[in-house]
């Protein structure tokens, strides 16, 4: 089991965290908007959410267009049924302002979620919530990969490209949380995949801290599968950090807006790059739905 994610910048995000913590002068984390009775996850790269996203260490750019939302909710807003659409997508920066799209993944899927409020005298936390996605989610590469007649190789895979990416999972996550804190745990379970020889497991937490000026500091960790060439199958795992440190632009009647900066560290998320590890930052805004 490895990690590519740098233990000095995973030592300062961690006292970042514990400085903050009882920070009274933080506002709450997040306000539900109607949509969902639980607020997407901040920092999990693939939350369906509308995002612009340059990187900082390449001329690439990440743009996700998509939202959650939900179809039922009970009177006490316990209980929900919702459905979740997104795409990501990996485009280049290229001269004239133009951004040819390198690989895109889109997903979709239904889900449901459970909330429910407790008192404790020893945690910090107030409400328990809990939510299990069945989800699709395919990969494709686009005009972007494909220079000089034919399309772009990569030396870590050894077959055709391009190639057909499909993986049908089940997720649950769940989530202690308060209105400044959360943390959480999540489990992924792969029942179906093209290519096949995939490790179906899949392990997530994650923590969302809530800082001065309506600002905010929030990680996810996920423990991903290795592609192994050789074997054309999955051996081990590998450690996929997200951190993220943004700013709702509440004061300036912008609730919905997020200016934010996020280091990504492990395998990448474009499905048609699930063998390669790659490290970026980049910085730009999220919009809630």
């Known amino acids: 089991m490895t990690c590519t994610c740098s233990l000095r910048t995973i030592l300062i995000l961690t006292a970042a965290l514990f400085i903050t913590y009882h920070n009274a002068s933080a506002e709450p984390l997040q306000t539900s908007t109607g949509r969902t009775i639980i607020p997407p996850l901040l920092a999990d790269p693939l939350e369906p959410k509308i995002a612009v996203m340059p990187s900082l260490s390449e001329r690439t750019l990440q743009l996700d267009i998509g939202s959650s939302t939900d179809l039922y909710q009970s009177e006490s807003r316990d209980f929900a049924i919702g459905v979740d659409f997104g795409t990501y997508s990996r485009l280049k920066r290229a001269n004239e302002f133009k951004f040819p799209v390198d690989a895109v993944d889109y997903l979709f899927g239904v889900n449901a979620s459970l909330k429910k409020p407790f008192n404790s005298d020893t945690l910090p936390f107030d409400t328990f919530s809990a939510k299990v996605k069945l989800s699709h989610i395919s990969a494709h590469f686009e005009d972007g990969h494909y220079s000089a007649g034919q399309w772009i190789t990569q030396s ?8 057909t990416y499909s993986r049908e999972f089940v997720n649950v996550a769940l989530a202690l949380s308060s209105p ?9 379970y792969l029942y179906h995949t093209i290519p096949s020889g995939i490790n179906p497991h899949t392990f997530q937490a994650g923590i969302e801290l809530s800082t001065p000026g309506n600002s905010y500091i929030a990680t996810d960790f996920k423990l991903l599968p290795v592609w192994q060439p050789s074997l054309e199958a999955t051996r081990g795992y590998r450690g996929t950090w997200n951190l993220q440190a943004g700013v709702r632009l509440s004061g300036i009647g912008l609730e919905k807006v997020r200016m934010a900066c996020t280091y990504y560290s492990g395998i990448s998320r474009q499905g048609m790059y699930f063998y390669h590890p790659e490290s970026f930052t980049t910085a730009g805004v999220i919009i809630d739905f």
């Open 180 to 188: 400044k804190h959360r943390v959480y745990a999540g489990y992924q």
């Open 156 to 163: 870590e895979w050894t077959r055709a490209i391009p190639f």
